[in-house]
């Protein structure tokens, strides 16, 4: 006898569950869940802003995936999405958490060694990414996304704050070599792009205040600069 709920408009749900259609974490994902749940509220906010600047692109690449738990929620705002990392764990992983009603690309790339291949994307972001990157390398990095986009594409970085570095877990301060505050993002970001907003966030909330008093900050950026057009 199949169970029943008690709320019938609720039996899809029991069911679904009985057919094992149900959702699967990822490696960090599911340390996060486990360790510091509400820690993914402030994670999914940041793709929810992501999915936000970026609807309507059609083609769009996320740098630096990790698992792609928030992956999907840009996907559900474009119809393709591209997703790289240079770890192959984390590719491989995300690939066998992946439902198929929510398709991306996956790909491993290292994007300070050079652009992808296949370039002309409409947008890309990179959430949590950049403060990973050695400061000697990060120009490298924002260049070759930037030859990864069409002319007219947009880039939004997102890093923990310089300020938040004080409250950050110790594994955090040893992967976190290169956190930016508002105006180191938008410098970086001036060097490769004609247009930079500069955007502070707490928690779940992204704002246009204090930037030392933020914990998160984000740069959205537009009109990629031609090889010999970077700002000083």
């Not at 938040?164 to 930016?180: L, M, T, Y």
Request: proline share 6%.
């Amino acid at each position: 006898m199949k169970t029943k709920s008690r709320e019938p408009q609720y039996q899809f749900l029991v069911e679904r569950g009985e057919q094992g259609d149900t959702a699967r974490f990822g490696l960090m994902s599911s340390q996060t869940w486990q360790d510091d749940p509400k820690r993914l509220a402030f994670l999914l906010a940041r793709y929810k802003f992501a999915a936000k600047m970026l609807a309507g692109c059609r083609r769009v690449l996320e740098v630096g995936c990790a698992d792609a738990f928030g992956t999907r929620i840009v996907r559900q705002a474009g119809p393709e999405v591209m997703a790289v990392d240079f770890d192959p764990v984390f590719i491989d992983n995300a690939k066998s958490v992946m439902d198929p009603r929510w398709p991306v690309e996956f790909a491993v790339h290292d994007m300070t060694g050079g652009p992808l291949p296949d370039a002309g994307f409409d947008a890309a972001y990179a959430l949590d990414v950049i403060e990973h990157i050695p400061s000697q390398k990060e120009d490298a990095f924002v260049k070759n996304i930037r030859a990864s986009l069409h002319p007219h594409g947009v880039l939004l970085l997102g890093c923990p704050s310089q300020a938040s570095q004080v409250h950050a877990s110790k594994p955090s301060r040893e992967g976190h070599v290169n956190c930016k505050d508002g105006e180191g993002m938008r410098i970086l970001l001036s060097r490769h792009f004609h247009n930079v907003f500069v955007f502070s966030m707490n928690d779940e909330v992204v704002h246009t205040g204090f930037f030392p008093m933020a914990q998160y900050i984000l740069g959205l950026a537009c009109g990629p600069r031609c090889d010999g057009d970077q700002a000083g």
